[in-house]
C-alpha cells in the first residue's frame, strides 16, 4: 500500500507538472492584436476600449499594438457576427461588448447570428448609468417631476437595444418619453440632446463622468437619478459611484408613494442585471487555445493591478470592480441569462409599445 500511495503522489506530483510545463505562455511581440468594437468612435465602448488598450498592450508578452476597428451597425450585431465568423483563434483578435450585444441575444432577434456560449470572456466591467434633463425645464429634482407637462424626447439607438432600459424605466415611471430611434450610439444621443433636439437623455457612467460632468458642472444640466445597482439579494441600492443621486426605485416611490412591484419592474430588473452588471466584456473567440486564454488572464490581472490604472480607473470606470477569470465567467452567465417569463413580458411589451416583431 506504501508503494500503491507513493506512485499515486508521484503520479499526482507529474501531472501537476505536466500542467504547469503545458500552460504556455504565448508571447505577441512584433504582433498587431485587432481589437473589434462594435459602435461608431466616441461612444462609451469605443472610450471603455481606448482606456484599456494601452494597458492591454504592455501587460500581453511582447507588448504587442492593440488596435481598435470600430464596427457599427445594426445595433451592434454586424461587429458581433462578423467576430462569431471570422475571428482568428489565435489571440490576433478580441471583442468588446456591451448591453446593446447581449439584448438583441437575449431577446431572439433574427440578425443575431452570434452565441455568447461559444466565447471566452476575459474581462467582465460593470457599468452603471444616470438620466438628466435641461436645466430650463423647471425640474429641480425628482419631486418636480409630477408637475412636468412636457413631452420629453429621449434619442435612441432603438428598443431592442440597451436602450430597453431607460425606456422600461420611464414607462414604469409614468413619464411621457417620446423616443426618436436611428442613434448609432449612446453619443449621438448625447449629442442630440446637446442640439435641443432631445429633451432627457441617459449615459453609461464611463461617458457621464467624462462627457456630461462638465456639462453639468456649467449648470446646463439637471441630474435627476441614477439605475442604481443591484445587491446579492436582487434589491436596487444606490450606484456608489453616484452616491447622491437616487436610484430608479426611489424615483418610483416619489412619484407614486410606493415601492415598484409587479412583472413590469420585474422584469426591468432582470434586464438591468443582464445588461449592466457585465454591461462591456472583452472575449476571446470560440476554438481559441487554453494557452492564449490563459496568457490573456493574467494580462488582465496584470492590468487591474498597474498602478497607472489604479490612479485613473475612477474617473474612467467609477467604482465598479473589474473581473477576470471565475467571476468574469459568473457575471457573463448573469448577462446573457434571463428567464423565460421576464424575457416573454418584455417580448410582448415591445410589440404592444414600439411594435417590435418576434
Do not use: C
Not at 60 to 71: D, E, S, T
Not at 102 to 123: A, G, H, I, T
Not at 209 to 217: A, C, D, F, R, S
Not at 238 to 262: I, M, Q, W
Amino acid at each position: 500500500m506504501k508503494i500503491v500511495k507513493s506512485l499515486i503522489k508521484s503520479g499526482l506530483a507529474l501531472g501537476m507538472l505536466l500542467n504547469v510545463v503545458n500552460a504556455k505562455e504565448v508571447n505577441f511581440e512584433g504582433k498587431t492584436i485587432e481589437w473589434i468594437i462594435p459602435f461608431k468612435a466616441g461612444g462609451g465602448s469605443d472610450k471603455w476600449s481606448r482606456f484599456y488598450a494601452p494597458l492591454l498592450s504592455e501587460a500581453l508578452p511582447g507588448k504587442p499594438i492593440v488596435v481598435i476597428k470600430n464596427m457599427p451597425g445594426g445595433g451592434s450585431t454586424k461587429g458581433a457576427n462578423f467576430f462569431a465568423q471570422r475571428a482568428s483563434k489565435d489571440g490576433l483578435t478580441i471583442f468588446g461588448t456591451s448591453g446593446s450585444t447581449q439584448f438583441p441575444y437575449l431577446l431572439d432577434d433574427k440578425r443575431v447570428r452570434y452565441d455568447y456560449k461559444n466565447w471566452e470572456v476575459v474581462l467582465g466591467s460593470p457599468t452603471g448609468g444616470v438620466v438628466y434633463i435641461p436645466s430650463n425645464l423647471g425640474v429641480k429634482n425628482i419631486n418636480d417631476l409630477k408637475n412636468l407637462k412636457t413631452t420629453l424626447k429621449f434619442g435612441s439607438q432603438g428598443a431592442t437595444s440597451l436602450d430597453l432600459i431607460p425606456l422600461l424605466a420611464f414607462d414604469i415611471l409614468g413619464l411621457d418619453v417620446e423616443p426618436i430611434f436611428g442613434m448609432k450610439g449612446r453619443k449621438d444621443g448625447r449629442l442630440a440632446f446637446l442640439r435641443g433636439e432631445a429633451t432627457i437623455d441617459y449615459q453609461t457612467s464611463t461617458s457621464y463622468i467624462k462627457n456630461v460632468m462638465p456639462t453639468e458642472n456649467e449648470g446646463k444640466i439637471i441630474p435627476l437619478f441614477s439605475w442604481g445597482i443591484l445587491d446579492e439579494n436582487g434589491d436596487l441600492k444606490r450606484d456608489p459611484t453616484f452616491p447622491n443621486l437616487p436610484h430608479l426605485g426611489e424615483v418610483y416611490e416619489a412619484l407614486h408613494g410606493k415601492k415598484p412591484s409587479g412583472n413590469a419592474f420585474s422584469a426591468w430588473k432582470t434586464f438591468y442585471a443582464a445588461g449592466f452588471s457585465a454591461q462591456k466584456m472583452i472575449f476571446l473567440p470560440k476554438g481559441v487555445s487554453n494557452d492564449v486564454l490563459e496568457t490573456y488572464e493574467k494580462a488582465i490581472e496584470k492590468v487591474l493591478d498597474n498602478e497607472n490604472f489604479k490612479k485613473s480607473r475612477i474617473i474612467n470606470l467609477g467604482v465598479y470592480e473589474q473581473t477576470v477569470g471565475k467571476k468574469a465567467k459568473k457575471l457573463k452567465e448573469l448577462a446573457t441569462t434571463v428567464s423565460n417569463e421576464d424575457k416573454q413580458w418584455v417580448k410582448d411589451w415591445l410589440t404592444k409599445k414600439y411594435n417590435v416583431q418576434f
